[in-house]
């Protein structure tokens, strides 16, 4: 559903002193632990469990300011952000919180479903076909509500700027495809078949060594074949990686280069 989106936040007992505060949400995707957000963040405060607060990242701005007129006070960030990650039922990263342009406060107090297009509960949200279209979170007696506008127009109708939490696609792969020691799994190739079968070995620590050479040996986690390699399985890698592949020995004389599988 939501992965990147803007969120209006504060106290929504009076239209006076709704919507006053504002910043960017990015939430991993697979409901993935939040340490995950720690990578992806720098100057980051853990405000609880499941939220994180980035407060050197802007990714909401007021374009009428020259300067972010940014929220310090962390106690009310997180009492901010609570019910937006209550909410999306998520871990959650936020962007700075700013005060609200006063433009976009005056509008969304008037009426959101006057300002923003297909308006509904969190829970029932779902994404239009249209990557120009910007998700706004916001709540309305006691509900939080998602409507979309065009982000062309955030400027114009809001006088701000919105920059997604964007996420390279290699740290999306490995947040989705997270393993625990002992797990199988095969990897997709470069030609998009399936590899070998692995296995997920656990880090540790043991002995190497005989007498006084005895010594102690970490190794972190990595993965292995569960079945022997097969010719095909070499020469795809010899293949893949440009090494040259080598002549297969056997009782010291040369038989020709391997191929074909076992």
């Known amino acids: 559903m939501i992965e990147t989106f803007i969120s209006l936040l504060g106290a929504a007992n009076t239209v006076h002193d709704s919507y006053t505060k504002i910043s960017g949400i990015f939430r991993p995707k697979d409901n993935s632990h939040i340490e995950y957000l720690d990578r992806i963040a720098t100057g ?19 374009i009428t300011q020259n300067r972010q007129r940014k929220i310090d006070n962390l106690r009310d960030v997180k009492e901010s952000l609570e019910p937006v990650q209550r909410a999306v039922g998520s871990d959650i990263l936020s962007s700075a919180i700013i005060l609200t342009p006063d433009k976009m406060q005056t509008a969304m107090q008037a009426s959101p479903w006057e300002v923003l297009m297909d308006i509904r509960p969190v829970s029932l949200s779902n994404s239009p076909n249209n990557p120009d279209m910007i998700p706004i979170v916001f709540e309305h007696d006691g509900t939080q509500y998602v409507g979309w506008q065009m982000r062309g127009t955030l400027p114009m109708l809001f006088d701000c700027t919105y920059d997604e939490l964007l996420v390279p696609e290699t740290e999306v792969q490995t947040l989705s495809n997270k393993r625990k020691p002992g797990d199988i799994f095969r990897d997709r190739l470069k030609d998009n078949s399936e590899g ?5 070995i656990p880090a540790g620590t043991f002995c190497m060594g005989e007498k006084q050479s005895v010594h102690e040996v970490s190794v972190e986690s990595f993965a292995m074949g569960r079945y022997p390699v097969t010719f095909a399985e070499y020469d795809y890698f010899c293949e893949a990686t440009n090494r040259k592949n080598p002549p297969l020995l056997f009782f010291g004389r040369v038989i020709g280069v391997q191929s074909g599988a076992l």
């Open 44 to 62: 980051i405060e853990r405000l609880s469990d499941h939220i994180l607060y980035a407060p050197n990242m802007e990714a909401v701005q007021d």
């Open 196 to 200: 070998p079968e692995m296995v997920l």
